[in-house]
């Protein structure tokens, strides 16, 4: 099955290859502030938030400011510049802080990640940073040494947060915006089951475990939505509620590396990107984990409640 280019999603001049837990650098800001971790500690921390414009960084900076903590928002276009692929711009934002959000970009099991992350980790312990806390994906084996080059980095606490795919990938970003562009969601998932998890989730789950001291250290957590949906579930929920009828789909993780290569995206980070996709949607991810209930003591918020809220602002109607 052959897959146009133009009905797949660029984003900055490439294409979306992974949103399960990308924390991809998005101009929408979320109006919604998260409280729900304000009360883990009563001393006000200095918080590094790196990939603080994305969809999840964003949200932790948020959580972070609304519970009295002070935070550092770092990112390429911030106001504390940060970039994982220029080490010079480490030093300065981690110099104060006291724990920090890692969000790597791409993806945090892509090629030079581990490395990356582990030298930004040492650097950190050795400038005083007390907790270390990494978004990664559940079921995501590339993730593994990212993960272990964090725990072996000598920080005083660690914990990896492994996230399940984000709701917000359809309301926000440059898959949101092919969907309403061009009213479909063509996408390697197949007819896979997927805990979908709003990212507000995410946020109070990381800022719980970054202000929780030692509760959550050398711990790797796996969180998810509470309802496993398949793509086409979710995209029959956003066409119910959203005032638009949306299509779903489905193509061959090949066919799509295809359409990647002809996009113009070089032939090793296909490779990587196939991989991904045979292996992080081939059903591995489709159950429930109980960590959003572990840690903040209740149920994670609802695919339906997140599509309503999304359909009240019209941003499916296109």
């Keep these: 099955m052959a897959v146009s280019p133009s009905r797949m999603v660029p984003v900055r001049g490439r294409l979306l290859t992974m949103g399960m ?92 990640a581990a490395e990356a992350v582990g030298a930004f980790a040492r650097q950190a312990a050795e400038l005083g940073v007390r907790h270390l806390v990494l978004l990664s994906a559940r079921g995501e084996t590339q993730a593994h040494p990212t993960e272990a080059a964090l725990a072996e980095s000598g920080v005083e606490r660690w914990t990896v947060v492994r ?4 709701a917000q990938n359809f309301s ?14 063509v996408f390697p998932g197949g007819e896979v089951l997927e805990p979908f998890i709003d990212v507000r989730d995410i946020a109070d789950v990381v800022l719980a475990v970054l ?26 929920e956003i066409s119910a509620v959203g005032g638009r009828e949306f299509t779903y789909v489905p193509v061959p993780a090949q066919a799509y590396g295809a359409a990647l290569t002809e996009f113009g995206v070089p032939e090793g980070e296909v490779e990587f990107l196939i991989e991904l996709f045979e292996t992080n949607l081939d059903g591995r991810n489709a159950h429930v984990s ?21 359909a009240a602002s019209g941003l499916w109607k296109g």
Excluded: C
């Design 21 to 112: 837990t990308k924390n991809t650098e998005n101009t929408q800001q979320s109006t919604t502030v998260n409280t729900q971790a304000a009360e883990a500690t009563s001393e006000a921390l200095t918080v590094l938030v790196t990939g603080a414009t994305g969809r999840v960084g964003s949200r932790v900076a948020e959580a972070a400011l609304a519970a009295g903590h002070e935070v550092r928002a770092a990112s390429r276009s911030g106001a504390v510049p940060f970039d994982w692929y220029d080490a010079e711009t480490w030093a300065d934002s981690l110099r104060g802080a006291d724990v920090a959000f890692l969000a790597f970009q791409p993806d945090v099991g892509g090629p030079g």
């Design 163 to 166: 996230a399940s795919w984000f």
């Design 172 to 185: 926000e970003g440059p898959l949101a915006d092919v969907m309403v562009e061009g009213g479909e969601l």
């Design 211 to 236: 202000a929780g001291g030692d509760r959550y250290a050398g711990r790797i957590l796996e969180i998810s939505g509470g309802r496993l949906l398949s793509f086409r579930d979710a995209v029959a």
């Design 290 to 310: 109980d960590g959003v209930r572990e840690v903040l003591g209740r149920e994670p918020r609802e695919f339906t409640d997140f599509v309503r809220e999304a």
